[in-house]
């Protein structure tokens, strides 16, 4: 039996619509719960989908390209519906770029048994099918009467829909266009369309330097030592410093000179965005990715003032915010002496004291944390930090329970209580040799199952507070040169990730119109 290239679309687009989108109408029935008066609409919005898809297709599938474009649509589909269905994530062009520059590690904690299943049942297996089907094709003119008779009975059809329950569509129009970012694969396949013609629209151009008045002055004879740790994935309601009732941070609470700042907002929702957005000067509002990527950050100026520069890393990379500075992969056990499962962050802090007494002047050294990663929070933490019991030992986190999730995920923060406790211990034996330092600042947040959401990267606008909400802690040695009156007060203003770049400036005394005094996090003494 044959059939046509429309009747394989109308089969494809209703496929699509029912397999790829439980979550966008689980969403849709929050909004417009089932009554009589949504009835109508509720009904009708699954033709509405059905529809663009139609046309969307319609466009798009001619002899020789309706097969391989279907399959597109298909595994798109499939995959991104079990990300969303799962995990609640959002495909968007934020999510597109850390698929892109995520490493074989990380990928490899989201491949689990249930994508292979959702992806073979709803992906490999209607792909086989749709290359086994045989297609009829008519000449040339019954092919394209038969395609604009699918398209108009098609806008018809949609047409009667929305005009039949306007008022509903309208309110779904502009009162909750978040929902449309659910809807699979039309808006993934939107996202990833939008990126690479933004990638190919930025062409290679020259930096702009920022801070070119930059310098430190001569009267400035005492050197510092900063180490600035950037977090992943930690929420500030998660560290038993900012009041959480267990205790995740027994060593750090034992620091004299430590400050927790509790009112601390992210730049985005992914490291994509928000590690580049700490270190530039544009902020969180005006912040482009491809606009930093050619201009002066923070490290950039310290460096050309005369600061030495060292990251290390032991996440997926610096995101282009070290491209210019001394760096070293910390992920690989070539490197990184401190490795089981995976290599711990506190190898980061192998050979820094050699670093440190080779350097003449000032130092800054950025150790790029694994962290709490997800979703396997259980591979962040050495086996001996496993106190809270019993974690969840999966990657997929909808097989365990949400106790099982957290006491996963605070058994990584506990982990990263020790890292930074061993790195403080680093400091203390640099002082007073240095003023010292320790700055910490996770880049995100994380949602832990919360309203059906886990991970992170939704769009900032919809974002939960556990996403956007991290934790900052500020440690100085007693040779430091700070003033300790404004900790206290500044550590309870609301503040973002914004003061990251200005208040490395002023803790090397950089003197440049660059610096804003007005985001520091604390003031030096002068």
Known sequence: MKITQQTLILITAIFLAASANLTFFGRVLESYPLSIDNLGFLLTLPVIMCGVLILLLSLLCYRGTCRPILSLFIIIG????????????????????NMLETNSAEAADLITPHLLVRLVLFGLLPIFILWRVKLSYA??????????????????IML???????????????????LR????????????????RQSGESEQRPMTTIGADARIPESDI??????????????????SLNGYPRKTNPLLEQE????SYTQ???????????????????????????AARYQDNALDILQRSGVSILWRDNNSSSKDVALRVPYEDFKSPSTNSVCDVECRDVGMLAGLQEYINKQPGDILIVLHQMGNHGPAYYKRYPAEFERFTPACQTSELAECSEEEITNAYDNAILYTDYFLSQAIDLLKRNTPAYETTLIYLSDHGESLGEHGVFLHGMPYAMAPDAQTHVPLL??????????LTTIESRSRTPNTQDAVFHTLLNVFEIDSDALDKSKLLYDTDE
């Open 222 to 239: 005492q050197r510092e030592l900063i180490i600035l740790v950037v977090g992943e994935t930690a929420r500030a309601d998660h560290f």
């Open 474 to 483: 500020l440690w100085f040695g007693e040779s430091a040169d700070v003033d």
């Open 264 to 290: 601390i907002a992210s730049c985005g929702t992914s490291t994509a965005v928000s590690v580049p957005c700490m270190f530039s000067n544009l902020g969180h509002e005006t912040f482009e990715i491809d």
């Open 78 to 97: 499939a995959l991104s519906a079990y990300f969303t269905d799962r995990f609640g994530t959002i495909i968007d062009t934020t999510m597109i770029q």
């Open 256 to 259: 004299p000179r430590l400050y």
């Open 160 to 178: 009667v829909c929305i005009f039949s329950f306007g008022s509903h569509y309208s309110s779904f129009a502009r009162e909750h266009k978040p």
């Open 139 to 156: 000449g040339m003119r019954k092919e394209l009467h038969s395609r604009l008779t699918l398209i108009g009975s098609t806008l018809v």
């Open 181 to 196: 970012y659910f809807i699979n694969p039309t808006y993934p396949l939107y996202s990833a369309m939008k990126y690479f």
